[in-house]
T-cell receptor, first 113, second 114 residues
Framework: SQQGEEDPQALSIQEGENATMNCSYKTSINNLQWYRQNSGRGLVHLILIRSNEREKHSGRLRVTLDTSKKSSSLLITASRAADTASYFCATDAWVDSSYKLIFGSGTRLLVRP | ETGVTQTPRHLVMGMTNKKSLKCEQHLGHNAMYWYKQSAKKPLELMFVYSLEERVENNSVPSRFSPECPNSSHLFLHLHTLQPEDSALYLC?????????????FGPGTRLTVT
């Protein structure tokens, strides 16, 4: 099973609405990162939140982290059609004798104009 | 695409072909990565290089052979691939090969094995 799992798998909203995506993970972390991927393209780093932080903002993005629940959320406010993409959380984890960044399966966001 | 370039962007190859994917980063980073992204599967880390030395090989079949001649360039040599190897191959770089650093990705090479 995955270190990070996003929920929901797919989300469709109207332009102007807010979009909330959640990420749950299993083991303790030092940081959690959110990435965005437009269809068939590379991932773009959005925000990194450290384990001692509870909330972080970047423009229309707000990320929260609850280490007691091992979960994070990404909120996109006032969504635009251009926000249509897949969003991934990534957590650091000790896997197979090394420290890695493990990505979840992603949430596919569709923002309807 | 933010300082990491990949060529070619699309590649179709037969199972007996030999081809290479190229990645170049212009960010002055010391770590580079190859990932495989298949449909409906999480991103799979294949190889990690730190200062031109391979520090990670995640049980990748030998038909994939990485090469890192310097800290700015990374190659993935392909030979006798299988149809299930069809995927988007992503290159990434980071300041250091540690999971605390954000990674910068290239646009990917869409590989189709026929």
């Amino acid at each position: 099973s995955q270190q990070g799992e996003e929920d929901p798998q797919a989300l469709s909203i109207q332009e102007g609405e807010n979009a909330t995506m959640n990420c749950s993970y299993k083991t303790s972390i030092n940081n959690l990162q959110w990435y965005r991927q437009n269809s068939g393209r590379g991932l773009v780093h959005l925000i990194l939140i450290r384990s001692n932080e509870r909330e972080k903002h970047s423009g229309r993005l707000r990320v929260t982290l609850d280490t007691s629940k091992k979960s994070s959320s990404l909120l996109i406010t006032a969504s635009r059609a251009a926000d249509t993409a897949s969003y991934f959380c990534a957590t650091d984890a000790w896997v197979d004798s090394s420290y890695k960044l493990i990505f979840g399966s992603g949430t596919r966001l569709l923002v309807r104009p | 695409e933010t300082g990491v370039t990949q060529t070619p962007r699309h590649l179709v190859m037969g199972m007996t072909n030999k081809k290479s994917l190229k990645c170049e980063q212009h960010l002055g980073h010391n770590a580079m990565y190859w990932y495989k992204q298949s449909a409906k599967k999480p991103l799979e880390l294949m190889f990690v290089y730190s200062l031109e030395e391979r520090v990670e090989n995640n049980s990748v079949p030998s038909r994939f052979s990485p090469e890192c001649p310097n800290s700015s360039h990374l190659f993935l040599h392909l030979h006798t691939l299988q149809p299930e190897d069809s995927a988007l191959y992503l290159c990434a770089s980071s300041q250091l090969p540690l999971a605390i650093h954000e990674q910068y990705f290239g646009p990917g090479t869409r590989l189709t094995v026929t």
